[in-house]
């Protein structure tokens, strides 16, 4: 990337003896600057770094009318998903399944709205630390 900088020299040129005059000079740089590209609300969840926290991403999403439904996804693969989704369903008394999604893996889905509920769940299940949980909606 080029960037061109222009510096203004100084320089005593007087008009009359009130007004001074700038002179230009411009100069080439090489700079290497990154630039950000968009905000994706989603590339945490996605990401894969070693070392980064593995966060559960708690959603909410409207069907229709008053209708809505809570998706857990981000849990470690070595939970049985069927057990998590069992005693879920048993506690709050509502119906869900888990969904084989081909980018998120597998998500646990629920009838309405559970999110403060699940998330309370899986602290004291241990099944997930509190500061890893992310929980999305209005």
Not at 42 to 69: D, T, W
Not at 94 to 121: H, P, S, T, W, Y
């Amino acid at each position: 990337m080029v960037i061109f900088i222009t510096l203004h020299k100084k320089e005593k040129t007087t008009i009359f003896g009130l007004f001074t005059s700038f002179r230009q000079a411009r100069y080439m740089v090489d700079i290497d600057v990154q630039i950000p590209a968009a905000l994706d609300p989603f590339s945490e969840a996605e990401s894969e770094a070693p070392g980064a926290k593995e966060y559960v991403h708690i959603r909410i999403q409207q069907r229709n009318g008053k209708k809505s439904l809570t998706t857990v996804q981000g849990l470690k693969k070595d939970y049985s998903y069927e057990k998590i989704l069992k005693d879920l369903k048993k506690e709050f008394c509502c119906n869900g399944n888990v969904v084989q999604d081909k980018e998120l893996g597998k998500v646990i889905q629920l009838q309405g709205d559970q999110r403060k509920k699940v998330a309370n769940f899986l602290v004291q299940a241990r099944l997930v630390k509190k500061d890893c949980i992310k929980i999305h909606g209005f």
